[in-house]
């Protein structure tokens, strides 16, 4: 179980770690890239898998109903103590809600449970995002309009994608192949791409950012365990739940706070101190999942 957990991790943080050593000595324009994946790449990568007829969309329905619960009610199980200790809401309950279900999960969930898995990666990472740009804006400013949700190219793959899979319309196996290629390049470059951000730590807020490294996968897992339960959701989706569930805090959320002026250098704490801690918190979470929840042998 030790080298699975290892054999499962250290490509996630080797190519985290390129990304911050190149950023040490250079100063790559991040933004571009990342504008880059989430345009291009990663809408390639989702409508691909979407598409796929081979990928019953039909029995990810209560995992994604999972995956929003656990996005949806980190923030309520989180709203009384955010009161208690005086915290603004929409500086700290965004990151608690919004996981890293992108940079982190995706990778983290192919390498730990194989191709396998992406299919279930990609719906909770699709219910993440659908949520994120739309309650998570609405959180920030109540006068977004939300049909800017639509622009995205993220979704507008997803309802390709959806659309092609649930009417059986057939796609060719070499465009099939040709856009599985093209989104394979979102998995390293999200990774390289979070190890740059990783230089931008603040330790000014230090104690938020290590109560939000805290809070963020309890609040998830919380909510994951009796889902699981209720959903009865069994092997990969069970463990792809508890995977992500306890993901950090997503980079996006940095992003979003900038853009909104809603405490950005805050938020980045929160953010990056979170992904930090996930040094600690994921390998833990990996072996409850592999002794008790998806077995090696699985």
Same mark, same amino acid.
């Given at each position: ?5 290892? *054999? ?9 770690? @390129?990304?911050?050593?190149? +950023? ?12 880059? %994946? ?11 898998? !979407? ?21 949806? +009610?980190?923030?309520?199980?989180? /709203? ?18 919004? %996981? ?15 191709? *396998? ?47 092609? %899979? !649930? ?5 060719? +196996?070499?465009?099939?192949? *040709? ?6 390049? @979102? ?18 807020? /230090? ?5 939000? *490294?805290?809070? @963020? ?35 996006? %959320? ?22 930090? +801690? ?21």
């Amino acid at each position: 179980m030790t080298a699975q957990i290892i *054999a499962t991790l250290l490509p996630v943080f080797l190519i985290a770690g @390129c990304g911050t050593l190149y +950023g040490r000595f250079r100063t790559p324009d991040i933004r571009s890239l990342n504008t880059l %994946n989430m345009e291009i790449f990663v809408p390639m990568l989702v409508f691909a898998v !979407l598409a796929d007829r081979q990928a019953p969309l039909a029995d990810y329905a209560g995992l994604a109903l999972g995956a929003a619960v656990v996005v949806l +009610g980190s923030g309520v199980v989180l /709203w009384p103590l955010v009161k208690l200790l005086k915290l603004e809401p929409k500086t700290f309950l965004p990151p608690m809600m919004f %996981n890293n279900s992108g940079n982190m999960g995706i990778p983290l969930l192919v390498l730990a449970f194989g191709e *396998a898995a992406l299919p279930a990666a990609v719906v909770v990472f699709i219910v993440e995002m659908l949520l994120h740009f739309s309650v998570g804006l609405y959180m920030l400013s109540p006068r977004t309009p939300l049909w800017r949700l639509l622009r995205m190219p993220i979704v507008l793959a997803s309802l390709a994608g959806l659309g092609v %899979n !649930l009417g059986s319309v057939p796609l060719p +196996g070499w465009l099939l192949e *040709a856009l599985h290629m093209l989104g394979g390049v @979102c998995i390293p470059l999200m990774l390289f791409a979070l190890g740059v951000r990783m230089l931008e730590i603040d330790f000014g807020d /230090w104690r938020t950012g290590l109560l939000g *490294a805290l809070l @963020c996968p309890l609040s998830g897992l919380v909510l994951a365990v009796p889902m699981i339960l209720w959903l009865e959701l069994t092997g990969l989706q069970a463990a792809t739940l508890w995977v992500f569930a306890a993901l950090p805090p997503a980079v996006l %959320n940095y992003l979003v706070a900038e853009q909104y002026r809603q405490e950005p250098h805050k938020v980045a704490s929160l953010v990056l101190i979170g992904n930090l +801690g996930s040094l600690v918190v994921m390998p833990i979470v990996l072996a409850l999942v592999f002794t008790h929840v998806y077995p090696i042998a699985g």
